[in-house]
C-alpha cells in the first residue's frame, strides 16, 4: 500500500504514457479492474484553460488511459466537476477532451448535474456525484500544482472534483480557512478512498508559486502512481520541498491508511531527490504559520499578515469571479467599471484567483507578509 511508482517522462509523448500507464496500473487492484465494466477517469478539470496552462490534467495521459481500458474491453467514462460555474462544454473543448471524445468511444460526465449522495463521516456530510457510485474503477488523476489554501494540490485533493457544482462554492463558504477545509477533504477522502482503484498524478508539466491556477507552469518531467493517495501524496509533496506539516490534511490522511511517513516506498533514484528551484514559500509559510495562531487572535494577526485578492485592470469583465465566490463579496463589473470585491464581505478563499481564466486577480500582501515570504 506504501509503494509509489515514480517515472522521468520529459514530454507527452503517447507511447511512452501508455507504457507507463500499462506498468503502473499493474500495481492496481487487479481482481477489481477485471470484473468491473465501467470505468471513470477523473482528471483535475478545474476550468477552461488550455494544457500548456499547467491547471487541468494534460489531455494527453488521458488518452493513454483511454486506450489501456479500452483494449481490456471497458466502458470509459471521464468525468469532473468544474469549479465554480463554468460552462463545462467549454471546458471540454479548451482542455481537450472534446477532441478525444471524437476519436474514442468514451462518455464525457458532468458531475455537477448528475445527481449526489450525502453521506457523513465523522459528523461531517458530504456530497458526492452519483457518477462516482456507478463505477466498479475508479481513476484518479491529479495534477501537480500548489495551492493558496492547502499548500498542496495532489491526489487527495483531487477528490474535491466529486463535489458537485456550487456546492463546492458552499463548501468553500462555510470552511473558510485551512484546516477546516482540510478536515472536509478528509472526510471527503474517508467516504471515497476505499472505491479508489488507482491514482495518478500528471507532473510532466506541474506548477508552483500561487496555484492552483495563477502559479508558475514547470517543466518538472514526472509522472507519479500509486494505489494508496495518502503515500502518493507525501512522495510528491516531498519532492517539491514541502514538510509533512506544511499540509494541513497530510498526516491524519496517512494515519486514515496505515501508513508511516518513513515506509513510504519510491524507486531508489528517487529516494532523495527534490525538484529544483521550486517555489513553494508563499504557499508553505502562509499555511504552517497561521495554523499556529489560536482562533481568538486570527483576527489581529491578519491586521499584520494577510493576503487578500485585487482584481486588476487586465480583467475582461467575463463575471467568472463574482459567480464563483462562495460569499457573494463581488459585485458585477459595469459598462465602465471592473467588478468590485468588498474587503469586509470578502473571506479570503482566493476562489476568485483560482477560477480566473485571464489571470486577472492579483494577491495583495501586507508588507509584513511580503517582508516574510521574501
Request: net charge positive.
Amino acid at each position: 500500500m506504501s509503494r509509489v511508482q515514480i517515472r522521468k517522462i520529459e514530454s507527452y509523448d503517447l507511447p511512452q504514457l501508455e507504457a507507463a500507464v500499462s506498468d503502473f496500473l499493474g500495481q492496481a487492484n487487479r481482481q477489481r479492474i477485471k470484473r468491473s465494466k465501467r470505468v471513470l477517469l477523473k482528471p483535475n478539470l478545474l476550468g477552461a484553460f488550455p494544457p500548456e496552462r499547467a491547471v487541468t490534467t494534460h489531455p494527453a495521459l488521458l488518452e493513454a488511459l483511454v486506450r489501456h481500458f479500452l483494449e481490456l474491453g471497458k466502458e470509459v467514462w471521464i468525468g469532473d466537476s468544474p469549479g465554480g460555474t463554468a460552462n463545462v462544454e467549454q471546458v471540454w473543448k479548451v482542455c481537450g477532451l472534446s477532441e478525444l471524445a471524437e476519436r474514442y468511444p468514451v462518455k464525457l460526465v458532468n458531475l455537477s448535474t448528475s445527481g449526489f449522495r450525502e453521506l457523513s463521516w465523522e459528523g461531517i456530510p458530504v456530497k458526492i456525484s452519483e457518477v462516482f457510485w456507478q463505477c466498479g474503477i475508479v481513476i484518479n488523476i491529479a495534477k501537480y500544482k500548489t495551492h493558496g489554501l492547502v499548500g498542496f494540490t495532489g491526489a487527495l485533493k483531487n477528490l474535491y472534483g466529486l463535489v458537485p457544482g456550487l456546492v463546492k462554492s458552499d463548501y468553500h463558504g462555510r470552511y473558510p480557512n485551512s484546516l477546516d477545509f482540510s478536515h472536509l477533504l478528509l472526510a471527503l477522502y474517508g467516504l471515497t478512498r476505499n472505491r479508489l482503484s488507482y491514482s495518478f498524478i500528471d507532473g510532466i508539466l506541474g506548477m508552483d508559486g500561487i496555484g492552483p491556477s495563477g502559479g508558475r507552469a514547470r517543466d518538472f518531467g514526472l509522472l507519479l502512481g500509486a494505489r494508496c493517495v495518502s503515500a502518493l501524496d507525501f512522495a510528491a509533496a516531498r519532492m517539491m520541498g514541502f514538510r509533512l506539516d506544511d499540509i494541513p490534511y497530510l498526516g491524519e490522511a496517512l494515519q486514515m491508511d496505515g501508513v508511516l511517513p518513513s515506509r513510504v516506498r519510491v524507486p531508489t533514484s528517487f529516494r532523495d531527490f527534490k525538484l529544483p528551484d521550486v517555489d513553494i514559500r508563499a504557499v508553505r509559510f502562509s499555511n504552517r504559520f497561521l495554523r499556529r495562531i489560536p482562533r481568538a487572535a486570527h483576527h489581529l494577526v491578519e491586521r499584520y499578515y494577510s493576503k487578500r485578492p485585487v482584481i486588476s485592470d487586465r480583467c475582461l469583465k467575463c463575471g467568472i469571479c463574482v459567480q464563483s465566490c462562495p460569499v457573494q463579496a463581488i459585485s458585477a463589473p459595469g459598462k465602465f467599471s471592473l467588478p468590485r470585491i468588498d474587503p469586509k464581505k470578502c473571506i479570503k478563499c482566493m476562489c476568485c484567483h483560482e477560477m480566473c481564466p485571464h489571470g486577472a486577480v492579483d494577491i495583495h500582501k501586507t508588507w509584513l507578509t511580503r517582508i516574510i515570504e521574501r
